[in-house]
């Protein structure tokens, strides 16, 4: 019966044999982690930040209002605050008030006009707008008993005149370049902790 003598496999060739073994099997476990545990893809978002609101209000406020012939409002730029946990911005804005419904007719009244609300995305022109405006407070000192009446039945209307067609921000066309070459368009806006947080989704089917 023949006999097979081990033959010697040289140092140098065995190393390379298990080197040659371990990058295969190495490369085929590298392989199966991508196929059952792919890296997951940020979601694209576009950030806007508080000091980006602040400006854009900046522009288009103060507003000046008549009541009735009675009383003349001007709302200036408000403190804006950010409320994540309701998904809301709180913004104060100081009012001054003259007119025949002051006290005393040669000064000005001041006070303010506290308001939180939330935010929607309009497509036709790429902005950020303010929507479903709540008042939590309308205040000016110095006001005759029946004009503080007339005004708080105005609280809501001056609200939503004076932050309701106000445009918070303008999405540039490069600013959706990429989302919409990715066939996404902007989606839910969500107030964070650094500003606003504007996630972008598919676009319908046509």
């Keep these: 019966m023949p006999t097979f003598a081990h033959q010697p496999v040289p140092a140098r060739a065995s190393r390379r044999a298990f080197c040659r073994t371990l990058a295969l099997v190495s490369g085929a476990c590298g392989l199966g982690a991508v196929l059952v545990a792919p890296p997951a893809q940020a979601q694209p978002a576009y950030t806007v930040t508080t000091p980006q609101i602040q400006e854009a209000l900046a522009e288009k406020l103060p507003r000046r209002y008549r009541l009735g012939g009675l009383l003349n409002l001007e709302v200036q730029v408000p403190a804006l605050r950010?409320?994540?946990?309701q998904n809301r911005i709180n913004a104060v804005l100081p009012v001054a008030a003259s007119g025949l419904a002051v006290s005393?007719?040669?000064?000005?009244?001041?006070?303010?006009l506290d308001v939180d609300f939330g935010l929607r995305y309009e497509a036709s022109d790429r902005t950020l707008r303010a929507q479903q405006i709540h008042v939590n407070a309308l205040r000016v000192e110095g006001l005759r008993s029946s004009a503080a009446e007339m005004l708080n039945a105005y609280a809501q209307q001056l609200a939503t005149q004076s932050l309701g067609e106000v445009v918070l921000h303008t999405l540039r066309p490069q600013d959706l370049a990429l989302a919409d070459g990715l066939g996404m368009q902007p989606g839910p806006i969500t107030v964070t902790e650094r500003g606003l947080r504007v996630e972008f989704v598919r676009k319908p089917s046509p």
Excluded: Q
């Design 82 to 85: 950010l409320l994540p946990a």
């Design 104 to 112: 005393d007719g040669a000064r000005d009244a001041a006070g303010s």
